[in-house]
């Protein structure tokens, strides 16, 4: 899994004019560098807490994300037009809704069962692959002698 990335280094390399400004709004010189940026920015944390971070969040490029994050959003309608709690079939009790969730459930539970559909449709043509394959092989060789 990976690591996640400290939001100073975030910022240094994704926005880093915003960043400098904020530091320099905030009585810090300017950084020569991404590397400087980074330990300013973490040093502007370290010294400033909740207030720096929130400074911080203003210039995030994610930031509607951030603050989305979290919220409740209203109930919502699902594909099928039934309104449920997450928007979607798994909290809709409608035939359609029910009947797609089983499907999934079925598929998730037995993913073989896919694979025997699958195997059921080309049976039929086996002997024509088996056969064509052993006459690709003959004149290769054939071809190869010659």
Sequence with gaps: MK???????YLAFNCPNQAQDLLMSNGIKPARNRKELVRK???YIVDGKENALKQLVEIHPDKDL???????????????????ADGGASACNCDSCKSKVEGVKAEVEDPNKKMVKVW?????????????????AGLIIFVKRA
């Design 3 to 9: 690591k996640p990335v400290p939001i100073e280094v």
């Design 41 to 43: 920015l973490n040093s």
């Design 66 to 84: 951030i603050l989305a994050y979290g919220t409740k959003t209203e109930t919502s309608s699902s594909a099928c037009g039934c309104s449920s």
């Design 120 to 136: 059921d449709s080309v049976k039929p043509y086996a002997p024509v692959f088996i056969g064509g394959g052993l006459l690709l």
